[in-house]
Each structure stands twice: as C-alpha cells, then as structure tokens.
C-alpha cells in the first residue's frame, strides 16, 4: 500500500468570497460616467458670464439654486426609489437631466435660468440615494461596505477627470458643455437599463397595496424623528460642515496666507489624488465590523488635518494637513451609507439613505456661508482651532449614541 507523502487536504472546497455582483458594477460604471460629464458650478458660472447671460452676482443665485435642488433632491431621491424602484428612479432622472442640460444651453432671462438649473440640480442629484439603496438591496451584508467606498471612489474618478474634460470641451465651444452633460446623462440611463429592478412592496402582483404619497412622505420624515437615526444624522451634519471648508473657508485662507491661485489648487489637489489612489485599498479592508472606531478615527483625523490648518501656513504645511483630513474622509466615505443600511427597514432602503445624503448637502449650504463668516471675524488660528474641537465633540458623540445603539459590530 502507497503510502501518502503530501499533506492531507480536505473534500470540501474553500468557501468563495461574495462578490459584488453585476447589478453594483453597472451602478459603478454610470457613477463614474455621471461625474465625469456633470455641470460643474464653476464652468457653468464662467459660461454664464461670458455669454453676457448673466452677472457676476446674478450668476451667483443660478448657482445657488443649482445647490438648493440638490438639497431638495437628496430627500426626493429616497421617496421615488422607495416608491418605483431604484433602477427606475436612476433611469428616469439621468434622461430628464440631458432634457434639462438641452434648456440650459438655450438663452433665457436670468430667473429662467435660476428655474431650469434648479430642476436640473434635482435631477443630477436624485439617483445617489437611489443608488445607495440599491447597494443596500443587492449586495451581500458582508461586502456593503466596500460596495460604498468603491463606488465613492468611482464618482471621484470622474470628478478627477471632469474639470480638464469639460474645460476642453468649453475652449471648442461654450455649448458643447451641455451636449457632454446630456451624453453621459443618456448613457448613464442606458447602463442602468442593464440592472435587475429589485422586487418592493407594494409591486403589482405581491399582493399588497402599493403605499401612497401620503405614506411616501412620512416614510421621507421618518429618518429624522427616530432615535438613533436623527442624532447620527445630527453628527453626520456637523461633521460634513467641517469637511466641506475644504469648498469655501480654505481657499479663501490659503490665500490670505499667501499662497497663489496655482498653489490653492496643487494643495487641494492632494485630496482627489490620495482619494482615487487609496480608496479602492480601504475599500477592499472595509467591512461592517468595528463601524464605532472607524466613525471616531475618522472623526478625530478629520478634526487635526482642519486644525492644522490654523498653524501650519507654509505650502507642505498645507499640502501635509490636507493630507490628514483626506486619510479621514477616505475611512469615513463608505462607514455612513453602510450603518443606514443596517438600521433601516428593507422597504424604506432610499428614505434613510436619503436622509444620509441630505445631511451632506445641507452641511455645504450651512457651513459655507457660516464658516466664512467665522473665518472673517474670529481669525484663521481661531476658526479651524474651533473645527478641530467639533470633530472631536462629533467623535465623543459617536461613542455616547453607540452605548444605547451598536453600530452594527455585530450585526454580520
């Protein structure tokens, strides 16, 4: 009898790791898509401007109403996933978005335009909360996290790539910006019309009723009334409000310490390099464990980076501090979207990613105009000392709220 040299091995097979399955990488793909071809504020203001549509000032409230339907829509997005459907929702969005980049390319007054680019600051916004949903829906509770941090990464690829491709595109002609924003708008809805619509209640045919508007809207409040979702979302607010200085309050301070319009945007641009290149590694590392230390790590990174720069005025300083904060917007990207998922009811998956979405979008409506005026009247070294203190006091109120509430350690 032969006998056996080798070690033993086992008749089962080694159990595969969950993938993340076809449905999420065509979620992936049109996210990059929809970044990279967006109407950007900046390119839209100089486009309003120099085509005599509009001043400076009045420019300003096109903008802002760009900004005020992005607000609107990130609940929006959550009550119409819930309603018809993710996939629907994200389809039916994308094609009214190249409708309404067509009407802004057309010359109005400047209330017309306010109109039309608030609609459309709805419809470019819509579908994240559908897309998160999604994500809930479709992928296994183990892998949502890196779900949620790759496809961050994937709307940051596209933000890379957008400013020097529609800046290309505006020096052919000013018009042909829209033309890009409808295309990959279009596309986009072509590349969803590949994912599988997930079942809901209320479908036809499942027997139960399907909810009405009524219902539709107390399921949108109802994120913001319940314990522990309102606190979280109250935290998650604060915490945006800080990290979007990095859009308002720094540029201008970076400036007032001497830097160069040049050496704001080599500084800034840490941030998108680091994120498209560390991103997919945290993403892949990422998991449903351990979500309270990660909330505070990336709390308390957040916090130092943005105080660092009340101190560190030199243009390493301010490339080292961006560097910081990114390290926490990285480990904090995927953590918010995860954690809603977990707590919320399989039905009303987009209204409680909705209400995610809406705390980040207020925290640039709020934060900005208030950072800046802080940031005027107490001083450089006093202003980012007292976001440093905020992220730390979000940090703390991370720990108290998981006390009464798991955040999901050991839900998988």
């Keep these: 009898m032969k006998s056996q040299t080798g070690p033993l091995k086992p008749d089962v097979a080694r159990p595969e790791k969950e993938k993340l399955g076809r449905a999420f990488w065509y979620l992936w793909s049109g996210t990059c898509l929809n970044r990279v071809g967006q109407l950007l504020p900046a390119f839209f203001t100089l486009y309003l401007v120099h085509q005599h549509l509009a001043t400076v000032e009045t420019a300003g409230w096109v903008i802002g109403a760009q900004g005020a339907g992005s607000i609107v829509a990130a609940l929006l997005g959550g009550v119409l996933s819930d309603r018809f459907g993710s996939r629907r929702t994200i389809i039916y969005s994308q094609l009214i978005t190249a409708l309404f980049a067509g009407v802004l390319s057309l010359s109005m007054p400047v209330w017309g335009l306010a109109a039309v680019a608030f609609l459309a600051g709805?419809?470019?916004?819509?579908?994240?909360?559908?897309?998160?949903?999604?994500?809930?829906?479709?992928?296994?509770?183990?892998?949502?996290?890196?779900?949620?941090?790759?496809?961050?990464?994937?709307?940051?690829?596209?933000?890379?790539?957008?400013?020097?491709?529609?800046?290309?595109?505006?020096?052919?002609?000013?018009?042909?910006?829209?033309?890009?924003?409808?295309?990959?708008?279009?596309?986009?809805?072509?590349?969803?019309?590949?994912?599988?619509?997930?079942?809901?209640?209320?479908?036809?045919?499942?027997?139960?009723?399907?909810?009405?508007?009524?219902?539709?809207a107390k399921s949108a409040a109802a994120p913001f009334l319940k314990v522990p979702i309102a606190p979280f979302i109250l935290l998650n607010f604060l915490i945006s409000a800080i990290y979007l200085q990095c859009r308002s309050a720094l540029p201008v301070d970076m400036v007032a310490h001497g830097l160069s319009s040049g050496s704001v945007g080599l500084a800034l641009s840490v941030n998108g390099i680091l994120v498209v290149v560390l991103q997919p590694f945290t993403s892949y590392f990422s998991g449903s464990e351990k979500l309270l230390s990660k909330f505070f790590t990336a709390s308390v990174l957040i916090g130092i980076g943005f105080g660092l720069h009340g101190v560190w005025h030199s243009q390493i300083g301010y490339v080292l501090s961006v560097a910081v904060w990114t390290l926490g917007e990285v480990v904090l990207a995927p953590l918010g979207t995860s954690l809603m998922a977990i707590w919320a009811p399989p039905e009303e998956q987009g209204s409680y990613q909705a209400a995610y979405f809406f705390a980040w979008n207020l925290g640039l409506a709020v934060g900005a105009p208030v950072g800046l005026w802080e940031l005027e009247n107490l001083g450089s070294t006093t202003f980012w000392s007292s976001t440093c203190a905020l992220a730390l006091i979000v940090a703390i109120g991370h720990i108290a709220l998981a006390k009464s509430h798991p955040y999901g350690e050991t839900d998988e």
């Design 122 to 216: 709805c419809t470019t916004t819509v579908h994240r909360p559908a897309g998160a949903a999604l994500v809930a829906q479709t992928v296994p509770a183990s892998q949502r996290a890196r779900a949620y941090g790759l496809l961050y990464w994937a709307a940051n690829i596209g933000v890379s790539v957008a400013p020097t491709l529609v800046g290309a595109v505006m020096e052919l002609a000013p018009r042909f910006m829209f033309i890009l924003n409808a295309a990959t708008s279009v596309t986009y809805a072509l590349v969803a019309t590949r994912i599988p619509e997930v079942s809901r209640r209320g479908d036809e045919g499942d027997g139960s009723p399907r909810k009405s508007w009524r219902l539709s």
